[in-house]
């Protein structure tokens, strides 16, 4: 697929993406890397890491990877200052990381809904405060990935709705509070993506993908290159002038029910 954005959009360049091994946030760096940026990836397992950074070498930029959780902050830190002292100072950090399962209040532990919203929210937070130090700035542009339940309530997500509403919040206290240091801080909320965990627990049976497909205005699921290209705008500078700002590329799954027939999980 063609993009608008030339291949060397982000030349000389550095971007860290945290979770960056797997689904979209691999898509994220692999895009950044052909863009020409070098490009860091986090992950807790060390074998994503290895396969990760195989597959984002093959752009032919410098790469560099860090097994960390995002639940630890000194663990982020190290892996933040180490990608800072070897590819250079950090343009672009994307925090997108993420826990999800579906689960009633009533059926779900307080280990389980601390355990998604600690690696959400609190590892959003962790990837974002911790990358501060080693940013280019001004200039220097943070991302994370959120989602609908942000702003959507859905049965059986609570624990994911109020992590996804907390980084929605986290996004523009902070471009508030660095915007007068040069760093744009936004967000992007995906709607159904085709080919990703999510959807593969969310459209377990061809009855519900057409249902969710039956409700969006473009009546299809979007890509990860799709998502990859929106985080490649809004770390560009192209962008500039945009902060605060949590950009849906969800199909038009943001405007309700645009179909015949009702979303249903089962």
Excluded at 44 to 66: H, M, N, P, S
Excluded at 114 to 129: E, M
Excluded at 180 to 190: D, E, L, Q, Y
Aim: charged share 20%; glycine share 10%.
């Amino acid at each position: 697929m063609s993009s608008a954005l030339q291949d060397n959009f982000l030349a000389g360049k550095v971007a860290f993406v945290a979770g960056g091994t797997s689904g979209i946030n691999l898509e994220i760096a692999r895009r950044y890397a052909r863009a020409g940026a070098r490009v860091a990836v986090l992950s807790r397992k060390q074998e994503k890491v290895d396969a990760a950074t195989a597959l984002i070498a093959k752009e032919g930029q410098d790469v560099a990877g860090f097994a960390a959780d995002v639940r630890n902050y000194e663990a982020v830190e190290s892996a933040l200052r180490q990608a800072a002292e070897t590819l250079g100072p950090l343009d672009i950090v994307l925090s997108g990381a993420a826990g999800n399962f579906l689960a009633p209040v009533l059926g779900m532990s307080a280990n389980a809904f601390k355990s998604v919203v600690d690696i959400d929210l609190l590892g959003t937070f962790h990837v974002l405060r911790a990358s501060y130090p080693y940013l280019n700035r001004p200039g220097a542009s943070l991302l994370s990935i959120t989602a609908g339940q942000a702003v959507h309530p859905m049965m059986f997500q609570a624990h994911v709705c109020a992590a996804k509403a907390g980084i929605n919040m986290l996004t523009k206290c902070l471009a508030i509070e660095w915007g007068p240091s040069g760093v744009r801080v936004n967000a992007i909320s995906p709607g159904p993506i085709a080919d990703t965990e999510g959807m593969r627990r969310l459209a377990a049976t061809p009855e519900i993908e057409a249902s969710i497909k039956n409700s969006l205005a473009l009546r299809d699921f979007g890509t990860t290159t799709d998502i990859a290209e929106a985080a490649l705008f809004l770390a560009s500078d192209s962008a500039r002038y945009i902060t605060g700002t949590i950009l849906n590329v969800d199909g038009g799954t943001d405007l309700g029910n645009a179909g015949t027939e009702g979303f249903s999980l089962g």
